[in-house]
């Protein structure tokens, strides 16, 4: 009896200890929860400075557009008589030096023409037209005196511009004026404000001018422009293309 109340005891004793080192393992990983906090602080503020780069070039393309318009009692005498001038105009074109892929056919159109006392239909009309891209700026004279030898009818603005090569060159170079400018202009802003300069975080660019068409009426020239050995003299002048840029710094 006595060796069997030891025994009992003996393994009520091992429960308990079983149930304690249970109950503080739980304790340790579950019952006792770890609250760990962790702080991360972002740099939101940036210092930002802006550059202009500013470039003057001359335009290295023109353009202008020549036309006829001819009328008639016949769709097919008018479009004959349209169709020989502007034949015969792209053949004086090739000879100045104009290569056919710079000629552009920009409209073909044929329509009734109206008596404008009746308003009862005459006759017909054909207007043809080709734009020209003149890149040896010697041709343009002798291309303009063609509206007068073919009794053009349509002589529309010539406009000089950049060609794409040229374009993209000048933004660049623009573009490298302004961060130059930009980066100076940090030195000298954060030395003065005792604010130390880190790396450049962001770039943005702005185009507050890109090149445009400089415009001049061709159709009156030599009203406008001098006149030299039966040519007139022109000049495509410069075109400005400006670049804007900031530049974001971090602080340190």
Do not use: C, W
Request: proline share 3%; hydrophobic share 35%; charged share 25%.
């Amino acid at each position: 009896m006595e060796e069997g109340m030891k025994k009992y005891a003996e393994i009520f004793v091992g429960s308990m200890m079983v149930a304690i080192v249970a109950g503080m393992f739980f304790r340790v990983t579950g019952g006792i929860p770890l609250n760990i906090s962790q702080v991360s602080t972002n740099k939101t503020s940036t210092f930002d400075v802006t550059g202009e780069g500013k470039i003057h070039v001359v335009p290295d393309r023109a353009f202008v557009e020549l036309g006829v318009r001819k009328s008639g009692m016949s769709v097919k005498s008018v479009q004959e008589e349209a169709d020989k001038t502007m034949n015969t105009l792209s053949e004086a074109l090739e000879k100045i030096g104009i290569d056919k892929k710079d000629l552009k056919t920009t409209g073909y159109n044929i329509y009734p023409d109206y008596d404008s006392r009746t308003g009862r239909p005459s006759g017909y009309v054909v207007s043809s037209s080709v734009q020209v891209r003149i890149r040896n700026f010697e041709h343009i004279p002798a291309v303009l005196d063609l509206a007068g030898t073919y009794g053009l009818e349509q002589v529309g603005q010539l406009s000089f511009i950049l060609s794409d090569e040229l374009a993209d060159t000048t933004m660049d170079e623009a573009r490298k004026a302004a961060v130059a400018e930009a980066k100076e202009k940090a030195e000298s802003l954060a030395r003065l404000a005792g604010v130390k300069l880190g790396k450049i975080v962001n770039v943005n660019e702005n185009m507050g001018g890109s090149p445009v068409p400089l415009l001049y009426n061709a159709k009156n020239s030599t009203d406008s422009m001098e006149v030299s050995g039966g040519g007139a003299q022109v000049s495509p002048g410069t075109n400005e293309v400006t670049v804007s840029v900031t530049l974001s710094y971090e602080t340190m």
